[in-house]
């Protein structure tokens, strides 16, 4: 079946009522396009096939039964799960919250929708706002704020079967691999977003020459019709698109990003700047009802049902079981490969609150990858922004409440697995310029 939409102005949507074909933009398309059309787009709620969106200003009153209103967004993840079981369960309603989920088309559409109070928060990439913050992924507003991280590892990158000589996080022979292609495209979702970042980390690592390659922006759920028609070679994207690429036998898993670095921030809950400013209260209430979520979702015997509750059509629009193998940490990696079972290092989504508190060490990392990567041509103001973004103190007051305890390693030098490197957020200049 031919997707609904299709990626044009480097992540943006449009019906495929109109258009023949899937094709991704560079960056510089991208950036420009983005600014030309967000008004269109930005309310990134629920569309037709004809383009029109359920999307309005966000509500600030009372919605069902004098609860809270409040609008939030996602895009089809499996990852995007704290948000909707908080909502199907009633976590949220339990705290006098009326929370409108609203599917995103894009991650840029996500961004504008953000900016432009057409909702109140989303799921959302951890790196976007200082992506956007940096004048990488947006037009430098920092007004877009990490309220707390949803989940940790659980992507992966994805080749097409051609590339199966790589096998599975073989650095040189992915390498040898991609020698032997020569020229390629590989996708991933937003610039400077976690994805871009894991396939740039990825492909320095393995020492592959990128001026062989193309990197261009695709929304996740097309990431498999990408491939599938040639567009792509590979892919940087979460579940469940990596595990179908395996079920339709036309992509294999390379590796998942907890092999690149055990236990990274993905996505987390990001605001915008009103919300949190003039809706305080709201806020700490949807945080509480989404830290419930995160506990939940990480009992082992809730996973087989929360594969079911997200994989509907309004949701995910997966099956759950091509969402629960994974999210149980079985990953059937094809191309005859065989599998791979992650016990507790697959994605997680608490962990004792270990998942849930926003570090400013990860992100000066992601800055500081900006830089490395040729991004950014200088170096960040790396307090400025981190400051200005993570709601710290917001999320320990919530913590505290809710009888969560506070890890000590905010700002604490960390591992990343792939290449043996240790980092110091208190010398981002290190990292930023190690080739």
């Not at 369960?89 to 088309?105: P, S, Y």
């Not at 921030?265 to 605001?271: I, N």
């Amino acid at each position: 079946m031919r997707p609904l939409f299709r990626s044009v102005h480097g992540g943006e949507t449009v019906p495929m009522c109109s258009l023949p074909t899937v094709r991704p933009m560079d960056r510089r398309q991208f950036l420009k396009a983005s600014a030309l059309v967000g008004g269109v787009v930005a309310g990134g709620g629920l569309l037709n096939a004809c383009g029109t969106s359920s999307g309005d200003s966000t509500t600030t009153g009372t919605g069902g039964g004098g609860k809270d209103a409040v609008k939030l967004g996602f895009i089809a993840l499996t990852d995007c799960a704290p948000l909707i079981i908080a909502k199907e369960r009633g976590f949220f309603a339990e705290r006098g919250l009326d929370v409108t989920l609203e599917k995103q088309a894009s991650w840029p559409a996500t961004r504008d929708a953000l900016l432009n109070n057409q909702i109140d928060g989303a799921h959302c990439l951890f790196s976007m706002p200082l992506s956007v913050a940096t004048n990488i992924g947006g037009q430098g507003s920092k007004a877009l704020k990490i309220a707390m991280v949803l989940n940790n590892n659980g992507q992966a990158i994805t080749l097409a079967n051609d590339l199966a000589d790589a096998g599975y996080g073989d650095l040189a022979k992915a390498k040898a691999a991609f020698e032997k292609k020569g020229a390629a495209s590989l996708g991933m979702t937003f610039p400077g977003g976690t994805h871009d970042t894991w396939l740039r980390y990825w492909l320095k690592a393995a020492k592959i020459d990128t001026a062989n390659l193309k990197i261009d922006p695709i929304p996740p759920p097309q990431m498999v019709q990408n491939m599938k028609v040639g567009n792509v070679s590979g892919y940087c994207v979460g579940e469940p698109w990596n595990a179908v690429a395996v079920k339709e036998n036309i992509g294999f898993t390379h590796i998942a990003t907890q092999d690149i670095w055990e236990f990274h921030p993905e996505k987390a809950l990001v605001v915008g700047e009103k919300f949190a400013a003039e809706r305080k209260d709201v806020l700490k209430r949807v945080m509480a009802a989404t830290l419930q979520a995160c506990k939940w979702l990480d009992d082992p015997a809730n996973r087989a049902e929360a594969a079911k509750i997200i994989g509907v059509n309004a949701y995910v629009n997966a099956p759950a079981e091509e969402i629960q193998g994974r999210l149980t940490g079985q990953y059937n990696l094809g191309a005859n490969l065989g599998s791979k079972t992650f016990e507790g290092t697959q994605m997680q989504f608490f962990r004792d609150g270990k998942v849930t508190m926003p570090r400013p060490a990860h992100a000066i990392w992601f800055l500081a990858q900006y830089q490395r990567f040729g991004l950014a041509k200088s170096a960040p103001d790396y307090k400025a922004i981190v400051d200005s973004i993570i709601l710290g103190d917001l999320y320990a007051e919530v913590a505290k409440a809710e009888g969560i305890a506070l890890p000590d390693d905010g700002m604490k030098p960390f591992d990343v697995k792939l290449d043996n490197i240790t980092f110091d957020p208190a010398k981002p200049d290190q990292e930023a310029s190690r080739t």
